[in-house]
Nanobody, 125 residues
Framework: QVQLVESGGGLVQAGDSLRLSCAYSGRTFSSYAITWFRQAPGKDREFVAGISWGGDRTDYANSPDSVKGRFTISRDNAKNTVYLQMNSLKPEDTAVYYC???????????????WGQGTQVTVSS
């Protein structure tokens, strides 16, 4: 059984930074790609960023409200933790952020077998 626990969310102002953490337990952590998704009220859950099991490959969303250049994903396998550093936050980043584990780094949620409960990020203008 794989368990994922997110933390680090909160209420911040536009332009502030937050670092989310995804703590992993269960099967061999290093064998899974870990990805962050987010879901805003009334919207679908969308891909934000992901990192391969070895940490050598990362991917970021290319949506109009792109996180590329503002968000950075990293992992520390010694601590069984993946991080999402979020800088220059915008009100449109407000959402529940989920981490997910899967066998490959892909952007579609259907490929991920394990999910955390989510952490709320609220950015005020």
């Amino acid at each position: 059984q794989v368990q994922l626990v997110e933390s680090g969310g909160g209420l911040v102002q536009a332009g502030d930074s937050l670092r989310l953490s995804c703590a992993y337990s269960g099967r061999t952590f290093s064998s899974y790609a870990i990805t962050w998704f987010r879901q805003a009220p009334g919207k679908d859950r969308e891909f934000v960023a992901g990192i391969s099991w070895g940490g050598d490959r990362t991917d970021y969303a290319n949506s109009p409200d792109s996180v590329k250049g503002r968000f950075t994903i990293s992992r520390d396998n010694a601590k069984n933790t993946v991080y999402l550093q979020m800088n220059s936050l915008k009100p449109e980043d407000t959402a529940v952020y989920y981490c997910a584990a899967g066998r490959a780094l892909l952007t579609e949620r259907r490929f991920y077998d394990y999910w955390g409960q989510g952490t709320q990020v609220t950015v005020s203008s």
